[in-house]
Nanobody
Framework: QVQLVESGGGLVQAGGSLRLSCAAS????????MGWFRQAPGKEREFVAA????????YYTDSVKGRFTISRDGAKNTVYLQMTSLKPEDTAVYYC?????????????????????WGPGTQVTVSS
């Protein structure tokens, strides 16, 4: 079992930046592919970004490319989502998720069902 806890959310003005963190605890002796998803009010949860177990490969939804960066620190069992040039439409609850599979096709990382473990989420609000 892996427990995930997100932090770093908050209220920011449009154009501002935030860095979200996702700390993993529990069975962290092995690495996991990690993803970030978000859910805005009245909308379905959507994929934001993912990073492979090795950290070499990263994936982004088109709307955040060039603005968001996903990274990981294996020593700290933590994954980050650096968000810049934030827009009001980025307002959502952001969730991190972990995938325990040892290998995946890259397309798998975009799907919620790929991930077995989820954090409770952190609210990001971007004001205009």
């Amino acid at each position: 079992q892996v427990q995930l806890v997100e932090s770093g959310g908050g209220l920011v003005q449009a154009g501002g930046s935030l860095r979200l963190s996702c700390a993993a605890s529990g069975r962290t002796s092995r690495s996991y592919a990690m993803g970030w998803f978000r859910q805005a009010p009245g909308k379905e949860r959507e994929f934001v970004a993912a990073i492979s177990r090795s950290g070499i490969s990263t994936y982004y939804t088109d709307s955040v490319k060039g603005r968001f960066t996903i990274s990981r620190d294996g020593a700290k069992n933590t994954v980050y989502l650096q968000m810049t040039s934030l827009k009001p439409e980025d307002t959502a609850v952001y969730y991190c998720a972990a995938d325990q599979a040892t290998s995946r096709s890259s397309n798998s990382y975009y799907r919620e069902l790929t991930y077995e473990y989820w954090g409770p989420g952190t609210q990001v609000t971007v004001s205009s």
